[in-house]
């Protein structure tokens, strides 16, 4: 009897690809990285109180160059003047990361934000496996760095 082959799994990103292009492309995003990368793209400071809802692009007029588009952006209410006077910034950023000048105008809706990144804090490592690993340290001198390389080394070897 033959043995089967190795079963492989798609990754889920991979098989509903097609699903989250239509739905972003519905909201005028030609590529989701502008969602999926705001915080790479606008900074971690102004990601943090807004996000990009759609981008509304301009009918195409024969014969004209084409308009640039309006970026939406939905901001929590007492950041949104903040996000109005980092506007420029913002466009730029936006224009840079698509490579050519693609969006000219901000539309700002307030509303609370639809997602919420938590940040999680990596817990401390376990005070038995720094002190195996600062065992393990005999040879460094100062003191502090034991202790750093310590810590470094139980949170490696506990992830």
């Known amino acids: 009897m033959s043995k089967p082959g190795p079963i492989s799994a798609k990754p889920l ?3 509903l690809s097609d699903v989250f292009t239509d739905a972003y492309a519905k909201q005028g ?3 989701r990285e502008l969602v ?4 790479e793209i606008a900074g971690e400071r102004i990601a943090a109180y807004c996000e990009p809802l759609k981008i509304q692009w301009p009918r195409p007029v024969e014969g004209q160059p ?3 588009a309006t970026l939406v952006l939905r901001v929590e209410g007492p950041m949104a003047l903040e996000i109005q006077h980092s506007s420029d910034v913002i466009l730029e950023r936006v224009n840079r ?4 000048h693609a969006v000219g105008r901000l539309t700002i809706r307030q509303a609370p934000l639809s997602r ?3 940040v999680v804090r990596p817990r401390a490592p376990d005070a038995r496996a720094v002190a195996r690993e600062a065992a393990n340290l005999k040879a460094v001198e100062d003191d502090e760095l034991r202790a750093a390389l310590a ?3 139980a ?3 506990r992830n």
Not at 36 to 39: E, H, L, S, Y
Not at 97 to 100: L, R, V
């Open 13 to 15: 990103s991979i098989l």
């Open 116 to 118: 919420r990144d938590r």
């Open 36 to 39: 999926t990368r705001w915080g």
């Open 155 to 157: 949170s490696i070897k």
């Open 66 to 68: 084409q308009e640039p």
């Open 29 to 31: 995003f030609a590529a």
């Open 97 to 100: 990361f698509f490579g050519w």
């Open 151 to 153: 810590r470094l080394g």
